[in-house]
């Protein structure tokens, strides 16, 4: 069955267990920052960084949402891969380094920003849901720590209804606007959230749309012609994936 993790911003408190377990299972290189005058740390997602805590204020409190790639169904990153490193292993979305030729095409794709490259020449680099832990039955490391269970782990169709179950709670105690994000967007995503209001409230777009290859398109067309010299040999390789597909959809028919 296919698995997802379900995050209760309501519960959440902002402790960023989740951010340390993230880097010390994946080995991720600490950031240096410095203090900005505000409680974020470290202040944007990277290629080093895969999940952070957004500090969100409003209802008279402190409201938390932790950001990472959210493993859509449709994913952007993966339909404007022109090399075909991006691809679907069950619900998780992976990119392959050795594949990733450093465009950034997926980095530009994404609706929730979540895939980047702190070098402008490295790979994309993003949340890979612990893949080497969920895919030997184990739960992804920042669900495992997460203190007030605010991060949960399952079978999908169990978190949904778990979600489900935790917005009509919410609706029932006051909060009108509690919805369930991730069910259905994109074609629905291995993240879920608890929201007490409309998702852009929370950094997330309201209705994420999915990027095709006229994305790519139309990026090329504003490009000034020394840099189409640059990016032409990727258009050359999305294009050459798109045959490779339909020739395998043509071998399959």
Same mark, same amino acid.
């Given at each position: &069955?296919?698995?997802?993790?379900?995050?209760?911003?309501?519960? #959440? &408190?902002?402790? +960023?267990?989740?951010?340390?377990?993230?880097?010390?299972?994946?080995?991720?290189?600490?950031?240096?920052?410095?203090?900005?005058?505000?409680?974020?740390?470290?202040?944007?997602?990277?290629?080093?960084?895969?999940?952070?805590?957004?500090?969100?204020?409003?209802?008279?409190?402190?409201?938390?949402?932790?950001?990472?790639?959210?493993?859509?169904?449709?994913?952007?990153?993966?339909?404007?891969?022109?090399? *075909?490193?991006?691809?679907?292993?069950?619900?998780?979305?992976?990119?392959?380094?050795?594949?990733?030729?450093? #465009? *950034?095409?997926?980095?530009?794709?994404?609706?929730?920003?979540?895939?980047? =490259?702190?070098?402008?020449?490295?790979?994309?680099?993003?949340?890979?849901?612990?893949?080497? =832990?969920?895919?030997?039955?184990?739960?992804?490391?920042?669900?495992?720590?997460?203190?007030?269970?605010?991060?949960?782990?399952?079978?999908?169709?169990? &978190?949904?209804? &778990?979600?489900?179950?935790?917005?009509?709670?919410?609706?029932?105690?006051?909060?009108?606007?509690?919805?369930?994000?991730?069910?259905?967007?994109? *074609?629905?995503?291995?993240?879920?959230?608890?929201?007490?209001?409309?998702?852009?409230?929370?950094?997330?777009?309201?209705?994420?749309?999915?990027?095709?290859?006229?994305?790519?398109?139309?990026?090329?067309?504003?490009?000034?012609?020394?840099?189409?010299?640059?990016?032409?040999?990727?258009?050359?390789?999305? =294009?050459? =994936?798109?045959?490779?597909?339909?020739?395998?959809?043509?071998? +399959?028919?």
């Amino acid at each position: &069955m296919a698995k997802a993790a379900l995050i209760d911003i309501s519960k #959440c &408190m902002g402790c +960023r267990g989740c951010q340390v377990a993230c880097k010390q299972w994946n080995g991720r290189q600490a950031v240096t920052t410095k203090n900005t005058g505000g409680y974020e740390n470290p202040p944007a997602l990277s290629a080093s960084t895969w999940t952070r805590v957004e500090f969100y204020e409003g209802y008279g409190q402190w409201s938390f949402r932790k950001h990472q790639c959210m493993h859509c169904t449709e994913a952007s990153c993966e339909a404007v891969c022109p090399s *075909g490193a991006i691809s679907h292993s069950g619900e998780v979305v992976l990119i392959d380094q050795q594949k990733c030729v450093g #465009c *950034g095409y997926c980095v530009v794709a994404c609706p929730f920003d979540a895939v980047h =490259r702190d070098d402008p020449r490295g790979t994309a680099q993003k949340c890979w849901f612990c893949f080497d =832990r969920v895919s030997n039955g184990l739960t992804p490391a920042c669900a495992k720590t997460c203190p007030p269970k605010a991060i949960l782990f399952g079978d999908r169709e169990e &978190m949904l209804a &778990m979600g489900s179950k935790r917005v009509q709670e919410l609706l029932a105690a006051g909060t009108a606007r509690a919805n369930l994000y991730g069910e259905r967007e994109v *074609g629905g995503t291995a993240w879920l959230y608890v929201l007490p209001d409309r998702p852009s409230l929370f950094g997330l777009p309201d209705r994420p749309q999915v990027a095709t290859t006229n994305l790519i398109a139309n990026w090329l067309g504003g490009v000034i012609t020394a840099g189409v010299v640059t990016v032409l040999p990727f258009w050359l390789l999305f =294009r050459r =994936r798109q045959e490779l597909e339909k020739e395998k959809s043509a071998k +399959r028919d």
